[in-house]
């Protein structure tokens, strides 16, 4: 008797099969009474669009978290942002670890493919790393927020809302157990500073970190050891990249909105003018996918919310917590740009020069990205009639940025809206390339060579 052949799954598949099983477990969690406020019953497309975003760590929502969530439903919600965060794979990787279960060389690629780690070689010990770090870093907030969490609700219910934000703000999730996310802050100078550090750091990329770390360890060790001088260990070009990018795009978002906010009545100028220097900073990087605000982003200006749609549009860097199309991703269209304009055959950084593939990867990836998030306007224009245009994108921008900022419409969208939403928020988690590779068949690239011809451009 012939067996039956046993379905095989390619990496970019698993990936995606992981985050639609997390959120259909989510979203059945969420729908029992259990996780429900007294007097409070969500239906199937609240527990889904809740689901949804924690898992791809979004943070927006159309119930209030704090209020129509009891403390099972709150703990639900924080399982889903820690394993959205860490990814899927790799809480189930971490589940065979302690079951004492080795991970086959499918389970691996698709790790490799989820944590966009450069080789397959050390991926397991990637994702051990990831684990142990980003707990670590999410404990290190929770203590630190605790004093002011404390001073608002008492030290045991501040001690869970100082975890709850930590792990939220790490993971760049934007979920907030305050109504108002975290505007009774704004004048507090330590949550504003905490906050901000967490969620910049989470969207740095564990990457960029180990990166980091491991060759100021090799100068030290190198600086200290006879006879080997003070050799540089140099940094690799996707750290230096991310590093430059995220640098860049800090001053543009808190320096942009100091300039922009400073004088808004409905904003900025509201406060004391001591304030204004650290809520424009928070302000301006809370765009980097974390979605906290403490100041309400339907009271911007116009300028600020369009500097806003284009920060949650490129996000943080690859291999962290945060969404958008990715930092290195536009620094090399930048870049390849740049080149362009000078005549320049090759794209040169760093020394380096950038690869023809990457290139087209890169152009592949914020192409997809302008078209869905465009498409995804459209849906919403048709079905969200009277809804002023410009909040619609605000949201589709947050939505695949999985950034959680909202201009006040996420509650009020109609069922067809909250689903295109929830399409947003899986698309840029996963990412688009992914999902294009997981729902594309197989296809084996044809051996012949066809001939160049040159087409106008610009």
Same mark, same amino acid.
């Given at each position: 008797?012939?067996?039956?052949?046993?379905?095989?799954?390619?990496?970019?598949?698993?990936?995606?099969?992981?985050?639609?099983?997390?959120?259909?477990?989510?979203?059945?969690?969420?729908?029992?009474?259990?996780?429900?406020?007294?007097?409070?019953?969500?239906?199937?497309?609240?527990?889904?669009?809740?689901?949804?975003?924690?898992?791809?760590?979004?943070?927006?929502?159309?119930?209030?978290?704090?209020?129509?969530?009891?403390?099972?439903?709150? &703990? #639900?919600?924080? @399982? =889903?942002?820690?394993? %959205? *965060? !860490? /990814?899927?794979?790799?809480?189930?990787?971490?589940?065979?670890? $302690?079951?004492?279960?080795?991970?086959?060389?499918?389970?691996?690629?698709?790790?490799?493919?989820?944590?966009?780690?450069?080789?397959?070689?050390?991926?397991?010990?990637?994702?051990?790393?990831?684990?142990?770090?980003?707990?670590?870093?999410?404990?290190?907030?929770?203590?630190?927020?605790?004093?002011?969490?404390?001073?608002?609700?008492?030290?045991?219910?501040?001690?869970?809302?100082?975890?709850?934000?930590?792990?939220?703000?790490?993971?760049?999730?934007?979920?907030?157990?305050?109504?108002?996310?975290?505007?009774?802050?704004?004048?507090?100078?330590?949550?504003? &500073? #905490?906050?901000? @550090? =967490?969620?910049?750091? %989470? *969207? !740095? /990329?564990?990457?960029?970190?180990?990166?980091?770390?491991?060759? $100021?360890?090799?100068?030290?060790?190198?600086?200290?050891?006879?006879?080997?001088?003070?050799?540089?260990?140099?940094?690799?070009?996707?750290?230096?990249?991310?590093?430059?990018?995220?640098?860049?795009?800090?001053?543009?978002?808190?320096?942009?909105?100091?300039?922009?906010?400073?004088?808004?009545?409905?904003?900025?100028?509201?406060?004391?003018?001591?304030?204004?220097?650290?809520?424009?900073?928070?302000?301006?990087?809370?765009?980097?996918?974390?979605?906290?605000?403490?100041?309400?982003?339907?009271?911007?200006?116009?300028?600020?919310?369009?500097?806003?749609?284009?920060?949650?549009?490129?996000?943080?860097?690859?291999?962290?917590?945060? /969404?958008?199309?990715?930092?290195?991703?536009?620094?090399?269209?930048?870049?390849?740009?740049?080149?362009?304009?000078?005549?320049?055959?090759?794209?040169?950084?760093?020394?380096?020069?950038?690869?023809?593939?990457?290139?087209?990867?890169?152009?592949?990836?914020?192409?997809?990205?302008?078209?869905?998030?465009?498409?995804?306007?459209?849906?919403?224009?048709?079905?969200?009639?009277?809804?002023?245009?410009?909040?619609?994108?605000?949201?589709?921008?947050?939505?695949?940025?999985?950034?959680?900022?909202?201009?006040?419409?996420?509650?009020?969208?109609?069922?067809?809206?909250?689903?295109?939403?929830?399409?947003?928020?899986?698309?840029?988690?996963?990412?688009?390339?992914?999902?294009?590779?997981?729902?594309?068949?197989?296809?084996?690239?044809?051996?012949?060579?066809?001939?160049?011809?040159?087409?106008?451009?610009?």
């Amino acid at each position: 008797m012939k067996r039956p052949r046993r379905l095989q799954f390619t990496p970019p598949q698993i990936v995606l099969l992981g985050f639609l099983g997390a959120i259909s477990v989510g979203t059945v969690l969420l729908r029992l009474p259990l996780a429900h406020a007294p007097g409070v019953r969500l239906g199937w497309l609240d527990a889904l669009f809740t689901a949804t975003s924690a898992v791809c760590v979004t943070g927006l929502i159309v119930v209030d978290t704090g209020g129509d969530f009891s403390r099972f439903g709150q &703990a #639900v919600i924080l @399982l =889903l942002i820690k394993s %959205g *965060g !860490l /990814g899927i794979l790799s809480v189930g990787a971490l589940i065979a670890f $302690t079951t004492g279960r080795r991970l086959g060389v499918v389970a691996r690629l698709g790790l490799q493919a989820q944590t966009n780690h450069l080789q397959l070689g050390g991926v397991v010990r990637f994702v051990r790393n990831l684990l142990v770090f980003t707990t670590s870093a999410e404990l290190l907030g929770a203590l630190a927020l605790w004093p002011a969490m404390a001073r608002e609700a008492g030290r045991a219910e501040g001690a869970w809302l100082a975890l709850f934000h930590a792990v939220s703000a790490w993971n760049n999730a934007g979920f907030s157990l305050f109504s108002d996310s975290l505007m009774r802050f704004t004048a507090n100078p330590w949550v504003v &500073a #905490v906050v901000p @550090l =967490l969620f910049v750091a %989470g *969207g !740095l /990329g564990l990457v960029v970190f180990v990166d980091v770390v491991t060759a $100021t360890r090799t100068r030290w060790v190198r600086r200290g050891a006879p006879g080997t001088g003070r050799a540089r260990v140099p940094w690799t070009l996707h750290t230096r990249m991310a590093l430059v990018a995220t640098g860049i795009l800090v001053l543009v978002g808190a320096g942009g909105i100091a300039a922009l906010e400073w004088s808004n009545p409905a904003t900025l100028g509201a406060l004391d003018p001591a304030a204004r220097p650290m809520a424009a900073a928070f302000q301006g990087l809370t765009p980097r996918t974390a979605g906290f605000h403490v100041l309400e982003p339907a009271d911007l200006t116009p300028a600020s919310q369009v500097l806003t749609m284009a920060l949650m549009f490129i996000g943080g860097n690859p291999s962290s917590t945060a /969404g958008g199309v990715k930092t290195t991703t536009v620094a090399v269209l930048l870049l390849a740009a740049w080149a362009a304009v000078r005549n320049r055959a090759s794209t040169i950084t760093f020394g380096r020069s950038i690869s023809g593939p990457l290139l087209a990867r890169a152009a592949a990836v914020v192409t997809l990205a302008l078209g869905v998030v465009t498409l995804a306007i459209f849906a919403l224009a048709v079905s969200e009639v009277g809804v002023p245009l410009p909040v619609l994108a605000f949201e589709a921008f947050s939505a695949f940025g999985t950034v959680g900022l909202s201009m006040g419409v996420t509650p009020d969208l109609s069922a067809a809206g909250r689903l295109v939403i929830v399409a947003l928020m899986l698309l840029g988690r996963v990412g688009l390339l992914t999902v294009g590779l997981a729902l594309a068949a197989a296809s084996p690239e044809r051996p012949l060579r066809y001939p160049n011809e040159d087409v106008i451009i610009g």
